[in-house]
């Protein structure tokens, strides 16, 4: 039926991202110490979902690649800010990770038949972010 042919899909869909999140993993091990890479993201490979609540150096490194981007700023100035990044996951992290997520919607939203931003990060923009640890 079609139902069962969307619900292949979708479980296709979901193995390729994690795939892909592996994949990221495995070259992030290999290629430390990349130039782009924040000092705050040496040796970190996103591994965890982390949302709202989550607190610790990933969240601080999460911050810091999203602050390399006028789009995807967590703030202009004080906590979260370039240079002031923190462990906590908070609101406006979670803001700046929904515009992260929408920017790079066809890797990270489309595959799971999302169209916007969670702010939560799941398999497809852990893998994103890893491709961004190795440039």
Do not use: W
């Not at 795939?19 to 782009?36: H, V």
């Amino acid at each position: 039926t079609v139902a069962q042919i969307q619900a292949a899909i979708t479980a296709i869909l979901n193995n390729i991202n994690y795939l892909r999140a592996q994949l990221a993993i495995l070259i992030a091990t290999e290629e430390p110490g990349s130039k782009a890479v924040p000092p705050h993201c040496r040796g970190i490979v996103f591994s965890n979902t982390l949302k709202v609540g989550s607190a610790g150096n990933e969240v601080k490194c999460l911050q810091a690649l999203l602050n390399q981007d006028s789009a995807t700023k967590v703030s202009s100035f004080g906590a979260g800010s370039s240079g002031n990044e923190t462990t906590l996951f908070g609101g406006g992290t979670k803001a700046a990770v929904i515009k992260f997520q929408e920017k790079y919607a066809s890797e990270v939203l489309m595959p799971s038949g999302l169209t916007t931003g969670t702010g939560i990060l799941g398999p497809a923009t852990r893998a994103k972010l890893n491709s961004m640890l190795v440039k």
